[in-house]
């Protein structure tokens, strides 16, 4: 027999003694850092800000967070807040130059333009892009185009998009089929089942949608789009034209008629609220709110609502697609790497495809895909989304820095609209808002010739 000598027997032991420790960790699997769990002990017991909306999303996520803290060791205190509030919180935190903000939830269309001009965001491009802290797996090239479009500047990724959505109909069945009614595809179609199914004796509305000022603006633009009319063109501000003239009057004799009273209070959780305690026949919103509507905890309706794509306009089917929230990381964060990881795990298709089972609409397309989120959504729903995606214009207000102050303006001539049914001067006002945001587009030298 061959002895083996004392060197060789140190270093099988010392072989064997590394494979042991490997297995016991169970840290090496693919799946557990597929996306999620990089550096963790580097990372381990620092603390991370994040400060969010009151989202449906955010419901979704924070029971979860949990999970990633005890795969982390990474601490993770949230904050937050209404959509207004938080984006002057975010701004007013940045310019004093000493926020102590790491993860913030930001909409791309809002603050996306202002936050890159001041610097607020710190790019993803070189943290996407490194294999070393984030897997193949992760996959950037899995997030929906039309999302990724609206969170880049230039090239520069400002952010990782976590909700898609699409301005679609959701309408009751129950009472469309009643009156023997299809889902509208056109305006004129809208207002006829609006006007048929306005019911005020009984307390249902013929339709509800957002009235609140500048907070309208996203959902008013594909009524906008429907009617040849947009925001900007070349730099300039083309709200005075006759099309969006004629969208701003159609869209005020719409509520103004047939809408709940109320209406020039109402965002996303009002009208959402009203249409699923069952006082709307028709509701015109985002996709993204559909957990609002379909859980049986919060809508009387859940059971009875179908969905359709946006209807056309004079000018064509030309709803609203695209990503109306994203997470990202301070410039000014003292623990980026620990950021990513947070943001890396809460865009992992894991948790995406959680937070997708629960009715938020999310944008990865594996997850779109999947079978089991498939059969969660409510029949019909998916297809409604693929459609609006395939004719969707990518922006819902307009393409500016000063964007807050244009909705406003734009809010503005949208009240006076639905409070005289379209009947008020709204070419004086269409033009004195068209006013207003070419002074703010000149004012930040974005202005056209």
């Known amino acids: 027999m061959k002895v083996i000598g004392k060197g060789w027997l140190l270093t099988i032991l010392a072989v064997l003694l590394a494979i042991a420790m490997a297995g016991c960790s169970g840290g090496s699997s693919k799946s557990e850092d597929s996306g999620k769990t990089g550096k963790k002990n580097n990372l381990a017991g620092q603390t991370l800000r994040f400060v969010a909306c009151n989202h449906v999303w955010t419901e979704a996520i924070k029971p979860l967070i949990p999970e990633f803290e005890k795969q982390t060791g990474i601490k993770v205190n949230i904050e937050s807040y209404a959509e207004e509030p938080l984006s002057q919180k ?8 000493a926020s102590t903000i790491d993860v913030f939830m930001n909409r791309p269309h809002q603050e996306g333009l202002l936050f890159t001009k001041n610097k607020w965001y710190e790019p993803l491009n070189n943290y996407i892009n490194n294999p070393e802290i984030t897997p193949a797996d992760w996959d950037w090239n899995d997030f929906m185009a039309s999302a990724v479009q609206a969170t880049t500047n230039n090239g520069t990724i400002f952010g990782v998009p976590i909700i898609s959505e699409a301005t679609i109909i959701y309408y009751r069945k129950d009472l469309f089929q ?24 009984s307390g249902i509305a013929g339709i509800v949608a957002r009235g609140q000022r500048g907070l309208a603006v996203s959902q008013f633009a594909g009524y906008l789009f429907g009617f040849g009319g947009d925001f900007l063109k070349d730099g300039k501000c083309v709200l005075d034209t006759p099309e969006a003239v004629a969208a701003f009057k159609y869209y005020g004799k719409l509520l103004h008629d047939y809408g709940p009273p109320g209406t020039t209070n109402m965002s996303w959780p009002q009208a959402s609220a009203l249409f699923a305690s069952g006082k709307a026949a028709m509701l015109t919103d985002s996709s993204g709110i559909l957990s609002a509507i379909i859980d049986p905890s ?9 969905f359709a794509v946006f209807p056309a306009g004079p000018k064509g089917l030309h709803p609203y697609f695209g990503a109306p929230w994203a997470l990202s990381i301070s410039a000014s964060s003292k623990h980026k790497e620990a950021a990513w990881e947070f943001v890396k795990w809460l865009s992992s298709k894991e948790v995406m ?12 397309k594996s997850v779109w895909n999947d079978p089991e ?9 998916a297809e409604v989304v693929e459609k609006s995606g395939e004719v969707g214009v990518p922006y819902c207000v307009p393409r500016m820095t000063a964007v807050g102050e244009a909705r406003d303006a734009i809010g503005e001539v949208i009240v006076k609209s639905i409070e005289t049914g379209g009947q008020g001067d709204i ?21 056209g010739q």
Not at 353 to 364: E, F, M, P, S, W
Request: aromatic share 4%; charged share 25%; glycine share 8%.
């Open 298 to 306: 919060k809508s009387t309706v859940a059971d009875k609502v179908g």
């Open 353 to 364: 495809k959680k937070a997708q089972l629960v009715g938020n609409t999310g944008t990865r």
């Open 90 to 97: 975010l701004a007013v935190e940045f310019t004093s130059g």
């Open 427 to 447: 070419e004086a006002l269409a033009k004195e808002a068209t006013r207003k945001i070419n002074d703010l587009l000149a004012k930040t030298g974005e202005g």
């Open 373 to 381: 989120v498939l059969a969660k959504m409510p029949k019909g729903f």
């Open 178 to 201: 009643q009156a023997n009614l299809t889902p509208p595809t056109t305006f004129e179609e809208l207002e006829a089942a609006a006007k048929k199914l306005n019911n005020p004796s």
